[in-house]
Structures are given as structure tokens and as C-alpha cells.
């Protein structure tokens, strides 16, 4: 399914670690490895043994590790959740999978209650090494409750990391990485990013971190977050889908002469701080783009990272361009919701624009 | 331990169906029937982005519908019960504007139809009908409205699904649990998902009384819902009724069967046509005949054809209403971000 | 139980309406005349019938009332919040109470995906005038679970509005404001406050709003913040039992000489902003206090607000003294968690003594 | 619709218990007795801010613990379960300094002793026993071991519950749902929280086998587990018991009964003191003397004397733990925070 290509690194040789392919065959290609490479590890929620889930992530799984790596439960999130902390205590790792983002909220109980807590009560004797992957996010124009974002109340809940990648390279490198962990990993993938492909470096570390678009940076940072493209006059922090959007912005704004700098914030929780106050500390000004509401969303924290970090040389308040204080709406509406490239372009002018007093 | 709970015999006016009643449940069988395999269609050229069909499940849904009274009773529906709308006469385009994008719930009006909002969340409403049906012991008016809630042998697997029937036995509220057990919950077959094999079979243990039912037989369907809501409405509390039936199509539009099952077990599983099925038998007992059947069928398709054109003249909603329908008293905030979207977006 | 007590109006008069009484004692009150006003109004939850709740605070309601209009429930959060959303689609106006903070996990599904959304899908044809009482935040050395604080959580989620009072004076207005409103409410209740007395001006409206402290002010401005402490160097904003608090810190900070205005959010979502901005606007400086983690926490998006009005002439970047991103640690280790006074104060000097570059 | 399901005979090491072991079930029960009525009285001395005793349990608690195969099962208690600890030999003051506030799961440790956290979440820990027991079983030893969950009549109340049993009844987990009916949670009694009557009757609709026991024989509650962990050690799937006892004190210290039940009612409900009943049993049948039973009381003293020793030299926890404990990789955020926490509360 994947096609191999000759990709140039760097120092312009050829490296045939490179492969192009989609998000969603980078994240099965982790997957299958992290099944062979851990026989603890077992993948399972609903539709996501036979059929390989509704996104086709787990596809063929079953077939190649068995029935019992990779199980289809009943339908009841609570339950998968429940199960996982269970298996966690018998020395397992669990990869459950909630259907959608929105589904996630039946199971809110056994995460934040259970997952989260479970080696912090127990003093450290039952670690959770689960990872839990969220298909998150809006942007295909599907029923309710599938198009939500639900970083900003994951990342509140002590005892919880959270991560979401932009890029097939980045799904690839940052699943198989959170897998190993012996903490509980919240895993949100960008569905509407899941059939873009891009370059993957199979190959497993060290590689060149500036030359991640070519796919030959892997595990050399997989901790923080990812400058995407640099600029000099403007900081545009995101995640998920929101990173590709903001390139796009980033190459508009070119055309007028301004420089913008995209930051791929990557880790939701904990946030490299450092990473915005690097960047921010260059460009002296921000903006944050999430698909979620803006209320009390992770934007603000990001914001007030931000501002903690860098206001001495802050040229104007961070801004905020995000998803609206409604609940996220029918597919018609979709695109007036998700943060558009005009209203990034809006809020980056705001920015430029501020004048104290 | 306990024994089976039955239903009170209070249904004194279960009068068999007249033969008009027989040939108004097949003109609804065929139009849904017709309407659902046109949805998929619609979706296929591109009319509606998806769509999850219900056929197969036509006797269940048209036949407890149709025991619905609309002045008093409350329908609590997922997001595959366009039979039921169908037969509580609701109005179509409205239904189906959920499946063309244009608002998550339906544009049908809820509380004159009887008919709560679509509901994607499985066993999302199951506690609602509960709630609504304890109002109505509450109000305390005899002869009550009764709750009827739908959900699938896979959202019995639910936790709400358990509490929303302890809470009507304990409550004793007026609710029918209606299951549609159509075999699969999208890839998962039932056997994998309902232990014990049966959602009615649940009931006992909370002292509620249930039938199960072959949900391809509408008569049998309504006759069983008829008898439950009458024992509801007398105050006896709730009953669970599951309609054994089988989804014949894909899970929605977006799904792809043959890679969970084989045309032979689909063939086996189906079982017989319950359109075909009905057909034959009001042929059999001299209740229709081609004629009618014909004109039932130029009905469906006139109806489709009304729905479609509802449907695609359809536009997306102003955007302001993402903003002006989250409350019913609105917030400076939300209407500061509807007066900024007013000037990025639509350059106001 | 409750004692009338001779308190004086700005105006020097004797106001009989003004009675000495615990929060616990307020709610209660509220809630009787919320039933006695409008009979489509229910009380129910865990224990809240015949025990009177496990704080006591629905004590008496039932044999008052009625069992149709007080009543308990079996154990399940999720059922009591399901339940809610259909009594409110036949009519009624439900007053649900969740035993505890973190027994509203349960619940979450329902409260995210149907109390908040059900007057949007529907259109406004089914509102959701629902008040949830939530016994809320900690200091009351208690088990696991029972001192958590939801507000970014629920503040995140569109369709709610979220409430919590400082002094039994709010307690009884708030809640009776909330449960004549047609929308949605989160009504949180610092637990720790429950059997603090405070006097309460029963009178329904229009009394003076600075005279707050004596009970005078009632119906006034129920909707917004409110300045509990008037000062020049820096504004403290809290909110529950984080306002007690912060009033002696205010205390102690002035025997330096520094004059402290603590402002008291009160209304969760939707927040306040012209408060924020006046105040700060004044004092140039601010540090937002909550129980809540750091991370994610709603101290990051009233810093936003606060940065975002205030930017030009801000001395210092706001600072947050808040729980830290742990979970709720045991009764031994809880004066260590909340924000303490000492921490408190460390937060001001940090702000007074902030220095650009 | 569904049969009954019957428990596998599969137990063939059922022996009659020895005397020696009927005399430590006793002695078991007498320091558990002893230990939980001095509970109540460090409360109201002041030397731990609260508990939840559970007087009138001792029978379905110590029965039921003893039973379990410390090399290989695995026990998920709630926050009333110090018999069953005490059964399995917990360290009993590691298991009581939860409630001195010390840290919230107790100080024990879980992997070794058998016994998961406390767990105060009203039905919190069922799902975990369900996928623990999975585990058993995708790990494929022969006589494998088995969980059990302990629950309450309020509990079973919870979406979770249904959502474990269907689980276990569908994967054949091995897992005993051990459900303590005392007749109430907190304030509400069972026959207003468990519509039917009787959660064992719940069992049959996953096709579960299940037991209702009298909770207050000792013997007849350590044969019930026994046979059930047999069946599930076999791999026949999971098993339901409902011990039938009651709870004779408060809630929790911080509750007043007489607030809801009537000393009355309490008596009626309580029925005969199940140590008094055991050791009747055991002097008529000649297993023990009175200088047995002056012993176990003497040693039960000496044992609570021991634990509140323990008790009350335990200091509160350094809060450093606070950062340290919640995860196993620390993040940047944690370690500063840390930090600035040592710096402005310890002044370091
Ligand atoms: C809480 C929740 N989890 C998962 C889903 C995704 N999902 C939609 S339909 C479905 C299967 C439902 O099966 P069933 O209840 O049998 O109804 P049917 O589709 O067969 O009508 C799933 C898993 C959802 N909508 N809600
Ligand atoms: C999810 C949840 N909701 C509410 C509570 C508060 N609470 C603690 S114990 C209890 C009653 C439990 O009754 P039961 O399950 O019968 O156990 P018992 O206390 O009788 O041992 C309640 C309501 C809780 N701990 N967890
Ligand atoms: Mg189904
Ligand atoms: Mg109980």
C-alpha cells in the first residue's frame, strides 16, 4: 500500500527508510510494530477487530496478531476504559480506542477517576501504561458528537499526558512512543487528516529534526513540540489539523511580507514551554488557532505561557483564534465553526495592529 | 429468586386491526421502504453526505409507530428511526435535513411531532424517555402519556441502558423499552455483544415485564406495543419489548459489510422480506390486491420524489444560528463572537 | 435555626429582612421558596429526600413538600442527569443534586452531550432550564473524589452556564436567580463554606450592591462580578471558598501597606469581562486564585481576558496561585495543595515586584 | 426465553471446613468486630477524622476473603471491605491509614497483598476486576486466578456494573461479583434501589450463574465463593453472589441513621449478630470452647492495640510525594511546580 520513495536527507543521499504514505497506513504500520515488538500490548474497542475500526487504523491487525491482541468489545466506553485499568494491573498495556472524540465522555469517569489516578493511589505499584486513541477533531462534515475536541479537559486532568500529531511522520513516531510509556497517554488523531499523506522516516532515531519534512527526523525530539516553519515576525501555535491550516496562512501572509513562524505544539499536556517561549521571545507576538471552543479552552493556557514567559518584549496580547462557544455544528456549518484561513489572517492583523493605549 | 414478571391484561380495546388499518400499515411500509432505499441513493449522487438506512427493519418501526398517540405520547428515537417518524407522521424533509448536514437534530418541530430530536449518541435518550415518563405520573393525569424510547441490541450494552431501567422499575414510570435487535451494532454481531443472548431477557431482573417479538412481522410488532403502552397507561410502570429483526443494509452509507460478513449469512440471517412477507399475506387473506399494492407503491415514489426535491432546495442555515440557538437567554460573550464572526466571515 | 438579627443599611436604618445564617441554612432556604414559587420545580438526587442530602442541604424539603416534588434516586449520577433532560422536555424545572464534585464524572455524558445541546439540536423547542447543585472544591479533609473543582471543565462546555457563590447572601440569591432561568446551570457550592454564617438580605431586589457585606445587597447585579474588597495595588479575583481567603490575604498584605481589591467572579460561564477589565484597568496588576490544577485551569482563561484588556498597562504578566497538576491529594496533604495564604502572598510579591527585561 | 444458568460442579476440593479452620474463621471475625467498633471510637477520639464501619458484615467479608488463593487471585474492594482485608492478612495498619488521611488508596501494597487500592468511586472498581480477569485468561495458565469485585446493593445501581457483567458474561472472564446487600446505601434502602429485589436475579439475563446467600453465615459464604472460584478457576466464565446481611451501624461516622430508619426497624432488619450466631454455632457443635473464644477476644484487643499504635505514630506523608507519585516519568510542568512548592511552603 505504501509506496516507497527515494527521498534526499540533508546530506543529499538516498534514504530508503523513507516511505510516503497516509496518517491513517502510518498509524497501522505503528500499531503493527508495537504489537510484534511488546507481546503485552493489546489493542481493542468497538469495530476495531474484524472490520480494523471505522477509520481502518487497526486494519488487518486481527488477522496478523490474533484474536486475542486485537478484540472487538461491546458497545460501552465506560466498560473499554474500565477493562483497560484492569489489564493495566495485570501487567499488560492496553491501546483501547474510542470510536469518535465524543464518545469519550461516557468513559470521562473511568479516565479521570481510574486512569488518571491509578498510580498516584496506588503509590507508584500499579502504573497505567495505556494509550488511549481518540479520533478528534472536526472537519468531515459527519453526525453529532463526532467532530469534538476535547484537549482542554484531558489536559486539566492530573495524571494524564496528551499528545496529537500533525503529520503521518509524527503519527508514526509519537504513537509507537507513547506505547512505551508507563504513563496513560491520551492519543488524539486529526481524522480529517487521517488520508493525507506525507513522508514517514521508519528509521528509528537520531535523525536531523529540521529535516522532518522530508520525513528524516524520528525520535530525535519526540518530547515537545516542533517548529514547522520559521519566521520572523509572528508565532502561530496549533496541533492536530490546525497545523496544516496555519501553513497555509503562514504562505498567504508571505505574499504581504510577513514572516509568520508555525509552531506545532504537539505535546498538549505537558506543553513545551520552552518551545513558545523560544519562539515567542523571537517573533514577539502570537496567535493560537484550535478547532474547540474558546472558553476556557487550551488556547488560554497557551496564551498565558506565553505571556508569563514573554511579556516584558510582547509587542500585543496574545490572541486567540479558535472555535466558537457553541456546540459543534451539522456539516453545513462546519466551516463557519472551525477556524477559517481568513479568520487566522484577521487575528494575525490584530496582532500586527495592536497599538498600546 | 424472582419470578418472570407479566404484562397486565388492561388492553380491553385490543380489537383486531381493521383491514383499512392492515393496508394503511403496508402504504407506510412500502413509502418507508422506498424513501430509505432512495436516501441511499440520494447519498450516492451526491444529494445527502450520508445516510443510515433501516432496511430490513420496516415492520418494527412502522408497526410500533403506528400504536403511538400522538396527543399524549413522546418518542424518543436514534438516528435510524425514519420509519417510526414516517409512521408518526412527521414531516419528512424536516427528517431528513439531519442526513443532508443542515442541523444535527432535524428541522422538524420536537414537541409538536411527538418526536424527540435525532439522537447519535447510542442510549443517549434512553433515561430521557424515563425522565419524561416519570413527568407524566407526576402531573398525575389518568390514562397517561407513555414514554416509548428506541435503541439497538448494541446500545444495550450501555450503562445508561441499566439505570434508565432501574430507574422506571423503581419508578414504576410509564416507558416502553423498544429494542431493535437487528442483529449487528455496525462489524459486532450480537452474540458477541449481548451476553445471554436476549436484551428482554434483562428485564425480569428488574422485575419489568417483557415480550420479544419477530420484529418482520408488523403486526405482531404492533399488536405487542399496543398491549405494552396499554399497561403503561393504566400505571402498571414499564415493559420491554424486543423486536427481533435484522439490518439488511450497511450501518450507514459510509460502511462496507463485506468485511465483517458474507452474502450467505447476510441471505440467512435476513431472513424473509417483512414487506414481501406482509404482501403475501393481506393477498392471502383477501385484505389487498395488485391494484392496491401498485397504488401504494406509485404513493412511495411520488412521496420520494416531494422529499428529494424538499431536500435539495434545502440551503445551510444562516450562521448566526450557530450563536443564537445555544440558549434561550443569550451571553455578552456569545454575542460578542457572533457579532466578530458577523465581520470576519461574512464581512458584515 | 436562623436568627433575625438589627443590621443597618447605608442608610442607617434597621432592615428586618436581613437575618445571620449559614450558607447550608441559605441554600435550604432558597430551595423551599424555589419550590413553594413554581410547582413545576424537583428536587432529587442521592439522599436528598428523606436524609435531607448528606450536607443537609434539602433537609426538611420533603416532608414539607411532598415525595413527588422531593425525592431520592437510586445510586447513578448518569440516571439523575438523563433523567433531568426528561423532565425538563415535559415541563418541569429539575434541581438535581450531585452528592459530590467528583461523583459528577458519572454524569458527564449527559450533562456535555444532552443537558447542554438539547435546546440547540432542538432548535429552542426543548430548553433545558436545569440547575444542577454541585457540592464543589475541597478543605473538608474528606475522602478521594470529594473535594475536586469541575469549573474549567464545565466552564469549557457550550450550552452551560456555570455559578458559585461566596457568602450565604449569594448562596440564596444565586440560586434562586438560576432556577428561574431557562437555560442550564452549574451551581457550585463551596462545601467548606456551608456552615460559615453570614447575613443574608431576604428582600428581592434593587437594595444597595455595596452594601454586600452588611446583606444588604440582594437582586441587584446578579448576573456579573462583584468587588467584595475595593483596592489600589493589585486585584486578587476568586471565586467559592478562594474569596474568604483572599480577603485575608488582603488583610494581611495592607499591614505592608498594600492595598488589595479582590474581586469575587461568581458567575463561572459566562465570565465577567468588563469586571476583569475595570478592575485591572485600576490596579494594573492581578493574581487569580483557584483550588482547580494549574494546568488548563480557569485561572488561565481570566488571565487571558484580563491580558487581553489590560495589555497596555499591565505592570506585570498576571500571575496564577492555584492546586497544583496533581490529583486531589488525602486530608493530610490538602493545606499543602490549596493556595494557601503564604502561597497567596508569594503571588503578590511576585506581581509587585515584577521587572520588564 | 433464557434458562437459568447453573454453576459449573467443578469444585471436587470441596471439603467440609476442618474445625481448625471454622475456629479461624471465628478468630478472624473477632478481631474484624473488634478492630471496626474501636474504629468508630479513635473517630470520636479524635485519632482519625472518619470511617465507615461495617458492623453486621463480618460473616460476608471474612467468608468470603478467605477463600481467596493469595498466590494467584485478586481481590477490588470499595471503602468498607477492612474484613476481607484483615481476612486476606493485610497490613492492617498500611490498610487503615486511609482513613487517618494519610493517603487515599491506604499504605499497604496492593500487588503483593492482593488487593487493589480503596476504592471510594460507588462501583469504581468492577470494570477493573473484568479486565484483571481478562488478563488471566489472555495469559492462558491452566487453574488460573480469579478477581473478585466487591459491591454494594447502592452500586449495583451504576452503569458501570452492567456494563462489567455483560463484559464478563461475553469474554468469559473469570471474576466473581461478590455484592454485599446490607439493605442500604446510605439513606436509601434496597427495596427503593433495587427494582426486582435482588441483584443475583440480574445474573441470569448475561446468562451468569449466580448465588444468594445468607451474609451472616460465615460457613455458607465461604462455601458460595469457593464454588465460585472453582467455576471460574475452570474457565467456565464469571459468577454472581449477593451476600444478604445488613448494616447495622451509620453509614460513616459521619452519618445519624436516625435520621431514616427507626432503631425499630433497624433491629427487625438486622436480624441475629452473625459472630453471636457463629459462635452458638460453634459451641453446639463442639468446635470450640469458651477459653476459645475469651482468646480470640483477648488477641483481637491485643491486635487493635497494635494497629492504633501504628495508627497514631503515622505522621502525614511528605508532600513532596504529592509531585512524585503521580506519574511514573515526570514531566518539566510537575518537576517545577515542585520546586516552587518546596520553596514557599517548606521555605527550602
Ligand atoms: C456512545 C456511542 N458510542 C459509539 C458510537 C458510534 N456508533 C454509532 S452507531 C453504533 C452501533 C450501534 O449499534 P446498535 O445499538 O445495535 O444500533 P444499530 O446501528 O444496529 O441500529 C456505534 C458503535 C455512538 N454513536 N455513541
Ligand atoms: C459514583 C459515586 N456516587 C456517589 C458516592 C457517594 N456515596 C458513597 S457510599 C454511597 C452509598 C453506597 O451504598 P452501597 O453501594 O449499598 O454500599 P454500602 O455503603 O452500603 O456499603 C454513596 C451514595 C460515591 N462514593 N460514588
Ligand atoms: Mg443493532
Ligand atoms: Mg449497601
Known sequence: MSETITALTGTGETDANVQHMSMQLALNRALDEILADNPKSVIFGEDCGRLGGVFRITDGLQSKHGEDRVFDTPLAESGILGMSVGLAMAGFHPIPEVQFDGFAYPAINQIVCQIARMNYRSRGTLPMPITLRVPSFGGIRAPEHHGESLEALFAHVPGLKVVSPATPHDAYHLLKYAATRPDPVIFMEPKSRYWQKGPVNLASADMDTAAHDAGTDSGGNLTGARVVREGRHLTLVAWGAMVARCLQVAELAAEDGIDVE???????????AEALATSVGKTRRAVVVHEAPLTSGLGAEVAQLITQSCFATLKAPVERVTGFDVPYPSGDLEDEYIPNIDRILFGIQRVLEYRRG | ???????????????????????????????????????????????????????????????????????????????????????????????????????????????????????????????????????????????????????????????????????????????????????????????????????????????????????????????????????????NGPVVIEAMTYRRGPHSTADDPGRYRTLDEERLGAGEDPLERFRQRLLADGVADEAFFMEAQRLAEEEEEAVRAGIEVLGPRPGAEMFSLVFQEPTPTLQSQATAWREESEHV
Not at chain 2, 444495550?156 to 429494542?179: C, L
Open chain 1, 262 to 272: 508555525v509552531l506545532d505544539l504537539r505535546w498538549l499536556k505537558p506543553i513545551d
Open chain 2, 1 to 235: 429468586m424472582t419470578t418472570e414478571p407479566v404484562l397486565a391484561a388492561v388492553d380491553d380495546d385490543a380489537a383486531p386491526l381493521t383491514h383499512h388499518q392492515l393496508r394503511e400499515l403496508y402504504t407506510l411500509m412500502a413509502a418507508v421502504r422506498h424513501l430509505d432505499t432512495a436516501a441511499v441513493a440520494w447519498q450516492r449522487q451526491g444529494i445527502i453526505p450520508g445516510y443510515a438506512p433501516e432496511l430490513g427493519q420496516e415492520a418494527a418501526q412502522v408497526g410500533s409507530g403506528y400504536a403511538v398517540d400522538r396527543s399524549r405520547d413522546f418518542v424518543f428515537p436514534t438516528y435510524r428511526e425514519m420509519g417510526v417518524a414516517r409512521a408518526m407522521g412527521l414531516d419528512m424533509v424536516g427528517y431528513m435535513s439531519t442526513h443532508k448536514a443542515t442541523w444535527h437534530g432535524g428541522m422538524y418541530n420536537p414537541l409538536e411531532s411527538r418526536f424527540a430530536p435525532i439522537q447519535a449518541v447510542v442510549a443517549g435518550s434512553v433515561l430521557h424517555a424515563v425522565g419524561w415518563a416519570h413527568g407524566q405520573t407526576l402531573s398525575g393525569a389518568p390514562e397517561m402519556g407513555v414514554a416509548m424510547t428506541y435503541f439497538g441490541d448494541g446500545a444495550s450494552s450501555q450503562g445508561d441502558v441499566h439505570e434508565a431501567m432501574n430507574f422506571a422499575a423503581v419508578m414504576k414510570a410509564p416507558v416502553v423499552f423498544f429494542i431493535q435487535n437487528n442483529g449487528w451494532a455496525i462489524s459486532v454481531p450480537t452474540e458477541r455483544q449481548v451476553a445471554g443472548g436476549s436484551v428482554a431477557a434483562r428485564a425480569a431482573g428488574y422485575g419489568i415485564p417483557s415480550l420479544q417479538v419477530d420484529g418482520n412481522d408488523v403486526v405482531a410488532v404492533f399488536e405487542a406495543t399496543r398491549s405494552a403502552f396499554a399497561h403503561c397507561r393504566a400505571g
